[in-house]
């Protein structure tokens, strides 16, 4: 089977992309023909085989490899030749039977790309528009877990028009909810411009940076003392779901920074080569509990594929569901050996489950015969 494998983007989880594209890729070559798909930081579409090679990328150029049209209509990589002039002529070099995102964040994870897939009609893995992009959505995912009694950190939202209106204000009126709090981007992942603040300068700093990355930042109340733990979900709509290992991420202090994820193992492992503890340092009762929440959230944002649910368990031993990432580092692999799937096995899951979903958006009737058109202005006079 041709997989095409879309990785990159404009956002700033590009590098982490990479990294998740090289990995799957890596596996998937053994049993499939991989086409690599590659997106510019500034946008442009690029593939061919030099984009399997991480050295391509690190000199801070655009890899040389042809560029390629965004249209993948029919399964079609057709060439792009700058004129913006949309011709099926042009000479084709590939073709892709289904689409891995392996993208992170804006662009790739938020419910765009999905729509552009959907557009072209290509079977793709993972989570559709509308769940990519209400879990992508921190303040959107918080909505749906209140509407399905999932337990969950309250929240508050601060829009970037209302901060630079009356910065004083906002930052007074986020202090007095009660400190420490935590400030992120609504809409970001890896956590990127993630802040703890323990006072009103530190809640303006963390603001200011946060509002630079989204339009909208989200306030989460620190729980104190609490650890994370993480879980990963696999299936469908509707279907049965099984839930991985669980991990506690190691940090350095009171935040899991992006270089806790990335940067503490090696420059090639991603979200593998990170530090933490499988299975997590939790009872049982509390291993259980998250395996039924992990469940309970992806089918309430109706997830598909792989997603990883992460939590929040305080001292007296609460599960809280934080978040849920639809295109987790490294599709969470990492999680799915301790519990008996490897690699090359999840993502062949991943690929079945996507040509599955495929069909069952293809037998869903799309349009509608009326005679709405015809009778319209029946009678009516109508101009030479």
Known sequence: MNVGVIFGGASVEHDVSVITALQAMEALSTRH????????????????DTLR????????????????????SGGALRERDGS????????????????LPATHGTYGEDG????????????????????????????????????????????TEVLREEWEHD???????????????????????????????????????????????DR???????????????????????GELRTSATEQPVTQDDLLSFDDKYLRGGKDEGMKGAERIIPAPIADEQTERVHTLAK????????A????????????????VNEVNTIPGSFSFYLWEPAGLRFPELLDQLLDIALSEHEKARSTTRTFASALLATHGRGAKTKA
């Open 216 to 238: 909208v930042a989200l306030v989460e109340p620190s729980v104190e003392g609490a650890i994370e733990v993480n879980c990963a979900v696999l299936g469908s709509p509707g």
């Open 305 to 320: 594929g792989v997603a990883r649910v992460d939590f929040l368990v305080d001292a007296q031993g609460t599960v809280l």
């Open 84 to 99: 913006g002039v949309f011709s099926r002529r042009r000479r084709e070099l590939g073709r892709v039977d289904v689409v």
């Open 33 to 48: 023909t991989v086409v690599p798909i590659y997106v510019t930081r500034s946008g442009r579409w690029l593939s061919g």
């Open 112 to 155: 765009s790309l999905q729509g552009l897939l959907e557009l072209c009609g290509i079977a793709y893995a993972g989570s559709s528009v509308a769940a990519s992009a209400a879990a992508m959505n921190k303040a959107l995912t918080k909505a749906v877990f209140h509407r399905h009694d999932i337990p969950t950190p309250g929240s």
């Open 167 to 213: 910065r004083d204000a906002v930052a007074t009126r986020i202090a007095n909810l009660g400190l420490p709090v935590y400030v992120k981007p609504v809409s970001l992942g890896s956590s990127i411009g993630v802040s703890r603040c323990a006072d009103v300068d530190e809640v303006r700093e963390a603001l200011e940076l946060a509002l630079e990355l």
């Open 296 to 303: 309970q959230a992806f089918a309430a944002l109706g997830c």
């Open 53 to 72: 090679d991480l050295r391509s990328y690190q000199s801070g150029d655009d890899p040389d490899a042809p560029e390629i049209s965004r249209d993948l």
